[in-house]
């Protein structure tokens, strides 16, 4: 396998026998700011106590993430200067499959400084490809320092004093010309041997890149053969330098607290410092739990978005874009290796070229800290399948932040098929999803609250639903649309996460509605993980006047 020897994907969280996670101290962190209830991922719920209110010693600065933090972000809000480290990495994906032999002349020039925070242990660490041609693996990580910080005396340069606040592992296929973008939750449980029972984004503290990519790799199951490190700076200057972002939102993006974001559902094009903003959101997710995720989700969207400005852009667009870059990046890949794997990218097509998912996880809080515990299970089938070159997911009920995130490229597929569905999984690639209209939910199953589960969702991404049961059981869910309402349709099925593309309607239903949404028994098995936006919603959410979601049978 490698130099470390990476097996399957390995357990975060108690040893086998283990009632409960023998948990170390936590290193102190920002905290989370969840609510007391239920945390909902992947349809597993875990009751919550009380919300922490921080962890540490509030009198060791160095390391406490919660000493000033909203003096920090209020700070840096006045300065105008919203980078994100999160959102940062897009850039770095950009530039490996977008970028061309008309800049390998150039990028030489800045080679010595893309290099030269790797040392010997890192690259001992990193495991070579047999062929140049091979699919490899390259861990990308956000980390939550800055020039700002590391001039400061609370933090200095010393990797000790930061943490990865962004874990992605991409897998990079040169031959096929795809990419694999999968998130790892940063609070996610894992060993680290004698430093004790942490979170996975602790790893960099206590040994710095090489120790973050053992861990990352042993986690995963896979070698991992690049990395690549950026800070919290520059984002928001790149994205300005391509000219902005277009990115479409299934719902509105309302974080007035934290980054007082106030973004309206659908397309619109982000310059720098709204991007970056975006890429740290995760409050503006409250209402529907595990903010992270939707983030992460957003995050994976920005990579996308980024790549296909670049793309059209051409070289124009490429030098400033590395130049801008090459200020904040640290990565093993020299200039001649990065232009010669972008040479493989150049047809790339975002939509179909890129697959996107995220580690499964289930929340649990354990000695007042919040940590994601990995479903090891379904965790062990993504990676089967992203190392087979296959999105990472079966079926479009795994990924429940479909329809509340953004979402780029390809997330599900059957079999070995990986052409099943396209962006965002709803079948519907060839039309543009829009978030607005009514919609009939029918419940054509033998389990209550099937469409009332439905219609929240629904009317949280912006439609009018309202609900019935259908005249008889139902063995497959459908969509249908009446008249021209098919990119309604689309809306509908992307934001249910389903991927079996809407059906015109011939009159067998009902007409008065722009969609009508059929229930069937296939949805049981998958309606918790679906429905999981529409649990976590809770009973704040409105459905419209004669609906009986909230409390019927339906």
Same mark, same amino acid.
């Given at each position: 396998?490698?130099?470390?020897?990476?097996?399957?994907?390995?357990?975060?969280?108690?040893?086998?026998?283990?009632?409960?996670?023998?948990?170390?101290?936590?290193?102190?962190?920002?905290?989370?700011?969840?609510?007391?209830?239920?945390?909902?991922?992947?349809?597993?719920?875990?009751?919550?106590?009380?919300?922490?209110?921080?962890?540490?010693?509030?009198?060791?600065?160095?390391? &406490?993430?919660?000493?000033?933090?909203?003096?920090?972000?209020?700070?840096?809000?006045?300065?105008?200067?919203?980078?994100?480290?999160?959102?940062?990495?897009?850039?770095?994906?950009?530039?490996?499959?977008?970028?061309?032999?008309?800049?390998?002349?150039?990028?030489?020039?800045?080679?010595?400084?893309?290099?030269?925070?790797?040392?010997?242990?890192?690259?001992?660490?990193?495991?070579?490809?047999?062929?140049?041609?091979?699919?490899?693996?390259?861990?990308?990580?956000?980390?939550?320092?800055?020039?700002?910080?590391?001039?400061?005396?609370?933090?200095?340069?010393?990797?000790?004093?930061?943490?990865?606040?962004?874990?992605?592992?991409?897998?990079?296929?040169?031959?096929?010309?795809?990419?694999?973008?999968?998130?790892?939750?940063?609070?996610?449980?894992?060993?680290?041997?004698?430093?004790?029972?942490?979170?996975?984004?602790?790893?960099?503290?206590?040994?710095?890149?090489?120790?973050?990519?053992?861990?990352?790799?042993?986690?995963?199951?896979?070698?991992?053969?690049?990395?690549?490190?950026?800070?919290?700076?520059?984002?928001?200057?790149?994205?300005?330098?391509?000219?902005?972002?277009?990115?479409?939102?299934?719902?509105?993006?309302?974080?007035?607290?934290?980054?007082?974001?106030?973004?309206?559902?659908?397309?619109?094009?982000?310059?720098?410092?709204?991007?970056?903003?975006?890429?740290?959101?995760?409050?503006?997710?409250?209402?529907?739990?595990?903010?992270?995720?939707?983030?992460?989700?957003?995050?994976?969207?920005?990579?996308?978005?980024?790549?296909?400005?670049?793309?059209?852009?051409?070289?124009?667009?490429?030098?400033?874009?590395?130049?801008?870059?090459?200020?904040?990046?640290?990565?093993?890949?020299?200039?001649?290796?990065?232009?010669?794997?972008?040479?493989?990218?150049?047809?790339?097509?975002?939509?179909?070229?890129?697959? &996107?998912?995220?580690?499964?996880?289930?929340?649990?809080?354990?000695?007042?800290?919040?940590?994601?515990?990995?479903?090891?299970?379904?965790?062990?089938?993504?990676?089967?399948?992203?190392?087979?070159?296959?999105?990472?997911?079966?079926?479009? &009920?795994?990924?429940?932040?479909?329809?509340?995130?953004?979402?780029?490229?390809?997330?599900?597929?059957?079999?070995?098929?990986?052409?099943?569905?396209?962006?965002?999984?709803?079948?519907?690639?060839?039309?543009?999803?829009?978030?607005?209209?009514?919609?009939?939910?029918?419940?054509?199953?033998?389990?209550?609250?099937?469409?009332?589960?439905?219609?929240?969702?629904?009317?949280?991404?912006?439609?009018?639903?309202?609900?019935?049961?259908?005249?008889?059981?139902?063995?497959?869910?459908?969509?249908?649309?009446?008249?021209?309402?098919?990119?309604?349709?689309?809306?509908?099925?992307?934001?249910?996460?389903?991927?079996?593309?809407?059906?015109?309607?011939?009159?067998?239903?009902?007409?008065?509605?722009?969609?009508?949404?059929?229930?069937?028994?296939?949805?049981?098995?998958?309606?918790?993980?679906?429905?999981?936006?529409?649990?976590?919603?809770?009973?704040?959410?409105?459905?419209?006047?004669?609906?009986?979601?909230?409390?019927?049978?339906?």
């Amino acid at each position: 396998m490698g130099k470390h020897s990476a097996t399957a994907p390995q357990q975060a969280g108690a040893s086998e026998g283990d009632a409960r996670p023998q948990i170390q101290a936590p290193l102190p962190d920002v905290p989370r700011g969840h609510h007391a209830g239920t945390r909902t991922h992947h349809g597993a719920s875990v009751a919550a106590g009380a919300a922490p209110q921080g962890v540490g010693n509030p009198s060791a600065p160095r390391y &406490s993430r919660a000493k000033g933090a909203e003096e920090y972000i209020e700070k840096r809000q006045r300065r105008g200067r919203h980078h994100v480290l999160r959102a940062a990495l897009v850039t770095l994906v950009a530039l490996v499959v977008a970028g061309g032999a008309a800049v390998a002349a150039y990028l030489y020039h800045i080679n010595t400084a893309i290099t030269a925070g790797v040392d010997d242990k890192l690259r001992d660490t990193l495991v070579e490809t047999k062929d140049p041609g091979d699919p490899f693996y390259m861990l990308l990580l956000g980390i939550d320092k800055d020039e700002e910080r590391a001039e400061s005396k609370d933090y200095g340069k010393d990797y000790s004093a930061y943490r990865t606040d962004t874990i992605i592992l991409a897998r990079v296929d040169p031959r096929d010309g795809k990419v694999a973008l999968i998130s790892i939750p940063r609070d996610t449980l894992v060993d680290l041997g004698s430093n004790g029972k942490q979170k996975i984004n602790a790893a960099y503290s206590f040994g710095g890149a090489a120790y973050a990519t053992k861990v990352v790799s042993e986690f995963a199951g896979v070698d991992i053969s690049h990395y690549a490190e950026i800070d919290m700076d520059g984002f928001a200057k790149v994205v300005d330098a391509i000219g902005g972002v277009t990115v479409d939102l299934p719902v509105e993006v309302k974080d007035p607290k934290y980054t007082g974001l106030d973004l309206p559902a659908g397309k619109q094009k982000l310059d720098g410092r709204t991007a970056a903003l975006l890429g740290r959101a995760r409050h503006a997710y409250d209402s529907y739990g595990g903010g992270d995720f939707y983030r992460a989700a957003n995050q994976r969207m920005l990579i996308g978005a980024v790549i296909t400005k670049v793309m059209k852009g051409g070289a124009s667009t490429i030098v400033p874009t590395v130049t801008t870059l090459s200020g904040y990046v640290t990565t093993d890949m020299d200039v001649t290796s990065i232009a010669s794997l972008a040479s493989s990218f150049k047809g790339i097509d975002v939509e179909k070229d890129v697959y &996107s998912g995220q580690c499964p996880t289930i929340s649990e809080y354990v000695n007042n800290t919040w940590y994601e515990v990995c479903d090891t299970a379904a965790w062990k089938k993504i990676m089967e399948r992203v190392d087979k070159g296959l999105p990472p997911y079966e079926d479009a &009920s795994q990924d429940f932040t479909a329809g509340v995130a953004g979402s780029v490229g390809v997330s599900t597929s059957t079999g070995d098929d990986a052409s099943s569905s396209g962006a965002g999984g709803n079948g519907a690639a060839q039309v543009t999803p829009e978030y607005t209209g009514t919609v009939l939910v029918l419940n054509g199953t033998s389990t209550a609250g099937v469409a009332g589960n439905g219609a929240s969702t629904l009317t949280s991404a912006g439609f009018t639903a309202t609900t019935n049961d259908a005249p008889s059981l139902q063995a497959k869910t459908t969509v249908y649309y009446n008249g021209d309402a098919q990119a309604k349709a689309a809306g509908v099925a992307k934001t249910l996460g389903l991927s079996a593309a809407p059906v015109q309607n011939d009159g067998s239903w009902d007409t008065s509605s722009d969609v009508v949404v059929v229930f069937g028994a296939d949805w049981i098995d998958g309606s918790a993980k679906s429905a999981n936006t529409a649990d976590a919603t809770g009973a704040g959410t409105t459905v419209s006047a004669g609906s009986n979601a909230a409390t019927g049978t339906n």
